[in-house]
């Protein structure tokens, strides 16, 4: 069976405290992604057994910053530095580091806008 | 106590046919750390989605990386399905799993002969990449690829192979079965291969489970796991075992794999001799709204796809998560405290796909 | 083959491909293709080599690696862009991170089309190289008689 998606909508600052329930209960963390629409929607997803749930908070475009999650799940360093060099938002709390050399880009924070047509080389013709 | 001193590794190695860097400070012939980076292959694909409809992008995702490429397509292909709610029909998902299946074969061959070419085992490797050949060759006389098979469609299979080439692949598949449980004795029993892996790059289960590693990785510590027993596609109706290994160290990643190619050549036979007559395709109506992760088992590891539609043909976001990324802070755990010498050996246990994680 | 003079040693190197070229072209080494009969030998050094085979477009990252491994390599030299990525950006080419084919770094000689590239297609690509290296060999020769 392909389970049930469970979405919790919940505030930026319950973020640590829920990571942290989900972690005491021995839930795997599965990914984190980042959507830019008119705010920037961030989804935790988790899973144990054959559940699968995710945290969905907002963040404005605007100087958009958020609690690590490093504490509870040091993998997440992965996920965090990835969303931070592509949509620019900040992690609190980063247990390491890259300072916005995870991924080097040509574009700064590329995924920071939606719909935005970013034109390719120039030596294509 | 030694000095510590920084060695850079990659981006251009022998071992890696990918460019990965990763800095090691090392302290005598240990490693103490190991600080990955990235963004050689960095494409920015997911970006894509803004300027190719929802049907093309399925050539964009099968794009992703060229070892997987069906299963991404797939993938892609099934989370815009359940957002349309679209159902396919049978015959497509019958043959959709056929292809997965080959895909597996494929993937662990090709890692397999790689491992064999890090430890100096030249013959070894030749001969993994032969038997791949012969699952290549079913592969392209099915969908007419060789690496990258395009025959994922949003609504179902881009076209039908008649049941008598099933029969035949299943014929060819066979054969290549009976070579390949010569081949896994030499990894199970060789003397060499298991000097090389037993006991080296240790990951416990708890470390495994918490630093989010999947696929091989993870039960290769011992875990339980396997996206397949959801059972998307023509899964359900398939009896899955996940092969688990508890020794949490490279050899018992290695036979996770080993084991699963004949698990996959199993699958394919039972799938050439169970595939149910009808279409293989539904054309799809109107356009996605809505979101959803869809969740698969590739050869690496559970893959996430998250789509989110707006009513347009164009797609508001795409992400994929591919099992390398999630696997590279287990490796990073798995790095400190091995020997310098082991440390090429340690990054392809976990098969890494670096097109994969930098997308 | 018997015009064949010389065994090219050939460096490849990935830019920035989704990895489908990159297996075919490792599969040319292997039994059912095995580029070793004719000679062709792979090597990792680009100092050793004379044919260089580039998969994958150009990023900002891999333009410097790719100026650097082709700059290392002795004259006479010959580039292969294997893929239609390494050829023009292919599917990849209107991404951010796109700066275009192998062209837009290093000149290249001979385009191998494909998505992915057959091996077949691949080890015709090398032999045009080899027939191209040959004739750079002999402009090199003359030019160093005329001198
Ligand atoms: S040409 Fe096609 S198969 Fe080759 S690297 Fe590019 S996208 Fe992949």
């Known amino acids: ?125 | 106590m030694g000095e510590r001193t920084v060695i850079p590794f990659g981006p251009q190695h022998p071992v890696l046919p990918e460019p990965i860097h990763i800095d090691l400070v090392v302290e005598d012939e240990h490693v103490v750390e190991a600080i990955p980076s990235f963004g050689f292959i960095h494409r920015g694909l997911e970006k894509l989605v803004e300027k190719k409809d929802f049907h093309e992008f399925t050539y964009v995702a099968e794009r992703v990386c060229g070892i997987c490429s069906y299963i991404h397509g797939m993938g892609y292909c099934q989370a815009v399905e359940t957002v349309m709610n679209i159902q396919i029909p049978p015959r497509a998902k019958w043959l959709r799993t056929f292809w997965c299946e080959l895909s597996r074969a494929h993937s662990h061959l090709l890692w397999a002969g790689l491992l064999a070419d890090a430890f100096g085992f030249e013959n070894l490797f030749m001969q993994c990449w032969r038997i791949r050949e012969t699952v290549l060759d079913v592969i392209e006389e099915t969908t007419g690829g060789r690496v990258i098979f395009g025959s994922a469609k949003i609504g179902g299979v881009r076209r039908d192979v008649d049941n008598d080439t099933l029969k035949r692949c299943a014929v060819k598949i066979a054969s290549a079965a009976a070579e390949f449980e010569e081949l896994k004795k030499v990894f199970r029993d060789d003397y060499s291969v298991k000097q090389r892996l037993c006991g080296i790059g240790m990951l416990s289960r708890d470390d495994a489970w918490t630093l989010g590693a999947v696929g091989p990785t993870l039960r290769g510590s011992g875990v339980r796991t396997d996206t397949r027993l959801e059972g998307y596609a023509a899964y359900n109706e398939l009896k899955i075992e996940p092969i688990v290994e508890t020794a949490c160290d490279s050899y018992a990643r290695c036979m996770v794999r080993m084991h699963e190619v004949t698990q996959s050549f199993d699958l394919i036979q039972e799938i050439a001799a169970r595939t149910p007559e009808g279409p293989v395709f539904e054309k799809p109506s109107g356009y996605p709204n809505g979101e959803y992760f869809a969740r698969l088992e590739q050869p690496r590891g559970e893959v996430i796809y998250y789509v989110k539609g707006n009513g347009t043909k164009n797609l508001s976001r795409f992400r994929v998560r591919t099992p390398t990324f999630a696997n590279i802070p287990p490796l990073l755990h798995m790095l400190q405290g091995c020997e310098l010498a082991d440390v090429g050996l340690i990054v392809l246990t976990i098969d890494p796909c670096i097109s994969c994680a930098e997308r | 083959m018997s015009f064949l003079k010389r065994s090219p040693w050939i460096v490849h190197y990935d830019g920035a491909s989704c990895n489908g070229c990159d297996i075919e072209v490792l599969a040319c080494l292997t039994p059912r293709y095995d580029v070793e009969r004719f000679g062709v030998v792979n090597t990792g050094n680009p100092k050793h080599a004379d044919i260089l085979l580039i998969t994958g477009y150009i990023n900002e990252q891999s333009q410097p690696v790719v100026k650097a491994i082709y700059e290392q390599m002795p004259e006479p030299r010959v580039v292969v862009a294997v893929g239609i990525c390494a050829t023009s950006g292919g599917i990849f080419r209107e991404c951010y991170n796109t700066k275009g084919g192998v062209d837009s770094t290093i000149p290249v000689d001979v385009y191998v089309p494909g998505c992915a590239a057959r091996p077949e297609s691949i080890i015709d690509g090398v032999v045009k190289a080899i027939a191209v290296l040959e004739e750079k060999h002999l402009a090199m020769k003359k030019a160093r008689a005329a001198s």
């Open chain 1, 1 to 125: 069976m392909i389970p049930e998606q469970v979405i919790h909508d919940i505030e930026p600052a319950a973020l640590r405290e829920r990571t942290a329930a989900y972690r005491r209960d021995g839930w795997r963390l599965v990914q984190i992604c980042s959507t830019t629409l008119d705010v920037f929607e961030l989804s935790y997803s988790f899973t144990r057994d054959d559940r699968f749930e995710h945290l969905r908070l907002r963040l404005p475009l605007e100087g958009a910053q958020v609690d690590s999650i490093t504490e509870e799940y040091f993998g997440a360093f992965a996920y965090e530095n990835e969303i931070h060099d592509l949509f620019g938002i900040r992690f609190d709390g980063l247990k390491l580091d890259y300072l916005g050399n995870f991924f080097k880009t040509s574009v700064s924070k590329p995924f920071a806008t939606s719909m935005c047509v970013v034109t390719g080389g120039k030596n294509n013709g």
